[in-house]
């Protein structure tokens, strides 16, 4: 089996529909447009963006490979490794870090016994650093799973996240 051969067995026959309609919604020539997309349809199958997956992409789109690893490392939305089932992103840019972003962070970290990047040994949680999350005015901020915005965070708060957040309800819905 070749390389690209072996690139289009990774792709499932879900992926590569997503593709296909992603693709479509761009002329030929701005097929590149849709990298975002197709990267979030192989995130959502895999968990997380690997090399090969990047592969993938490049050849799906007709782009360098190293185009697509540059969105790839870009967004703090992919994942370049496996995650916990929730995945905190805390923000730790001046403004956060000036109302308490970086104590958010190691209190999360402490809480959670893990290092900053790590994920708890159960595989329920990681917890990142975070560029700008576009909520200064509400510092500090995280966002869960890429998709919650949770503002205001001290450590009361972040003790109650973590706890409803443990609850099997919610890790079964993530």
């Not at 990774?10 to 590149?32: N, Q, T």
């Not at 190293?66 to 790839?72: C, D, L």
């Not at 995945?87 to 900053?116: F, M, Y």
């Not at 990681?126 to 949770?150: F, I, R």
Request: aromatic share 4%; charged share 20%.
């Amino acid at each position: 089996m070749n390389d690209r051969s072996a690139s289009r067995a990774m792709l499932s026959e879900a992926a590569a529909k997503g593709f296909a309609r992603e693709i479509a919604k761009y002329p030929p020539e701005g097929k590149a447009s849709a990298v975002i997309a197709c990267l979030a349809i192989l995130q959502k199958e895999h968990g997380y963006i690997s090399r090969e997956s990047e592969d993938i992409v490049a050849e799906a789109l007709g782009m360098p490979p190293i185009a697509v690893r540059e969105v790839t490392t870009f967004y703090n939305m992919f994942n370049q490794a496996p995650v916990g089932r929730v995945k905190l992103n805390v923000c730790t840019n001046l403004p956060c870090q000036l109302r308490g972003g970086q104590r958010a962070l190691e209190h999360l970290c402490a809480s959670l016994g893990i290092d900053e990047g790590g994920t708890t040994a159960d595989g329920a949680f990681t917890v990142q650093k975070a560029e700008c999350l576009g909520a200064c005015a509400d510092a500090p901020v995280l966002l869960v799973n890429d998709l919650q915005m949770v503002s205001f965070m001290s450590d009361a708060r972040l003790d109650d996240l973590v706890s409803s957040l443990r609850a099997p309800s919610a890790l079964a819905e993530s």
